[in-house]
């Protein structure tokens, strides 16, 4: 008596049809996530983006005239130029010094792991925290950058960072890299 063999392409589909279900199933959630707090959201900034809204009345719909008022004013190329500047700056600063830094721990030395976690440590600081210790350090009255830099006699008076373009741009670049080279380290 011989055992009557099983289709193998019919079972085949039916495993091909479950796991797409499956697969459907365990998807579904995160693609209405995507869809409810990306796409919806996304879509109603785009719609307000046509529109003049102010914050008592009623809308009035205004086409591209936000968009051409943009484009053409002074305030918002100027913020544009800087925001190239800091991105085409501080990004190559940020990577090159962190593939140095990875260099320098690549092989197990001693204080390698020390070096490592002291130069990843501003990663795990939040952002505003990191903001308040470099306003701290660059403070010219308690501020410890001034302190140095006077007594190695590189400066005669405390230094306004936070006060002039270039200084206050110099001290944004390497609050980011500070930040940031730890990550490019790893």
Avoid at 124 to 134: D, E, L, P, S, T
Avoid at 148 to 174: E, K, M, N, Y
Wanted: net charge positive; aromatic share 12%.
């Amino acid at each position: 008596m011989k055992l009557a063999r099983r289709d193998p392409i019919r079972r085949r589909g039916s495993v091909s049809r479950r796991r797409r279900a499956v697969g459907l199933a365990v998807t579904t959630p995160a693609l209405a996530f995507v869809v409810v707090f990306f796409l919806v959201p996304l879509g109603t900034m785009g719609w307000m983006s046509l529109h003049d809204w102010p914050l008592v009345g009623a809308t009035r719909l205004v086409g591209l005239h936000n968009y051409v008022s943009l484009v053409t004013s002074s305030t918002f190329l100027s913020a544009l130029r800087v925001s190239l500047t800091f991105v085409l700056v501080a990004t190559p600063l940020s990577v090159l010094l962190g593939l140095g830094l990875a260099l320098l721990v690549a092989r197990s030395r001693r204080g390698a792991a020390a070096f490592r976690t002291i130069w990843f440590l501003p990663m795990v600081i939040g952002f505003a925290a990191a903001a308040y210790i470099w306003l701290w350090l660059l403070n010219p009255d308690v501020g410890y950058v001034d302190r140095i830099l006077g007594d190695l006699g590189l400066t005669r008076q405390p230094v306004l960072w936070l006060s002039h373009h270039g200084t206050a741009f110099g001290a944004a670049v390497g609050l980011f890299v500070w930040k940031n080279v730890g990550f490019s380290m790893l």
